[in-house]
């Protein structure tokens, strides 16, 4: 099965080649569920109705997914490392600005100049090594961090992805939560081998905000990737509040001592 991921083909800016970038666009199949998904990441944005905002597609390819921003009412700018994929779109005269780019090595846009982010089947494409420099989790922080720089105080970001596996996962929304986002994941009809979906849902700012629930199912399904803050949160100094900072620490990757019983004792006072 993994050997009919695209990813594992070729890089993106080969892969979508120019007959590859036609073919995408041209599929009644793949537009029909372009359409749903951005859709659906609309939703799980929650923006204001009537008040037409500012944002980023990224991996917007030939634009699919930026003709529902533009339905919605909305101004979009999108970027892609695709060549091919961002040409099919002018030839399609999206409404949406269009910038080539590649990802991992950050975005060229001024602090806080848009309102929120959507991306449709693209984190995925930055797990891997398609190069001996790649470094995938340095390539992902670069990223998120140049989103988080990008979108306004409190703004959102929603990804669809089709993670390869758990520690694929994992290894996005930690290096989500280390670029400062709060946030996520939705998942979508989870029982279902069809229409399964996964959505990171990040906020930009250090308060966290719920999750909204899955579609689906009678429970919400959302797993939290960020720092829920409890009603009896432990008071400052406290073991618990120690050892939860440690751990903050450990994912940012600092070097940390290991926890044991003397952890956050209170030391007697010198004389």
Not at 132 to 138: G, L, M, Q
Not at 197 to 203: E, G, P, R, Y
Not at 204 to 215: I, T
Request: with cysteine; glycine share 10%; hydrophobic share 35%.
């Amino acid at each position: 099965m993994s050997s009919r991921r695209p990813e594992h083909s070729a890089p993106p800016e080969f892969f979508y080649n120019s007959t590859e970038a036609r073919k995408y666009t041209s599929n009644s199949r793949i537009i029909g569920i372009q359409v749903d998904m951005s859709s659906r990441a609309l939703e799980l944005l929650a923006l204001p109705e009537d008040e037409p905002l500012l944002l980023l597609d990224v991996g917007c390819g030939s634009g699919l997914s930026g003709e529902t921003i533009s339905e919605g009412g909305h101004h979009w700018v999108g970027v892609d490392i695709s060549e091919d994929m961002l040409e099919v779109a002018v030839e399609r005269e999206v409404e949406g600005g269009l910038v080539l780019g590649d990802l991992g090595e950050g975005l060229p846009f001024r602090p806080g100049v848009f309102d929120a982010a959507i991306s449709i089947s693209t984190l995925q494409w930055l797990c891997n090594a398609d190069k001996k420099s790649h470094n995938p989790a340095k390539r992902l922080y670069t990223f998120f961090s140049a989103l988080y720089g990008c979108l306004r105080r409190g703004g959102k970001a929603v990804f669809q992805l089709y993670p390869e596996n758990s520690s694929q996962l994992e290894l996005i929304t930690s290096q989500s939560l280390r670029a400062g986002f709060q946030g996520g994941v939705v998942i979508d009809y989870p029982n279902s081998s069809k229409a399964k979906k996964i959505f990171l849902v990040l906020t930009n700012g250090p308060v966290f905000v719920s999750l909204p629930p899955a579609l689906g199912t009678a429970d919400c399904v959302a797993l939290s990737a960020g720092r829920q803050r409890d009603s009896r949160r432990a008071g400052k100094g406290s073991k618990s509040w120690v050892l939860s900072k440690k751990e903050r620490w450990r994912r940012q990757g600092k070097t940390v001592r290991d926890d044991c019983k003397y952890t956050a004792r209170k030391r007697p006072s010198k004389w």
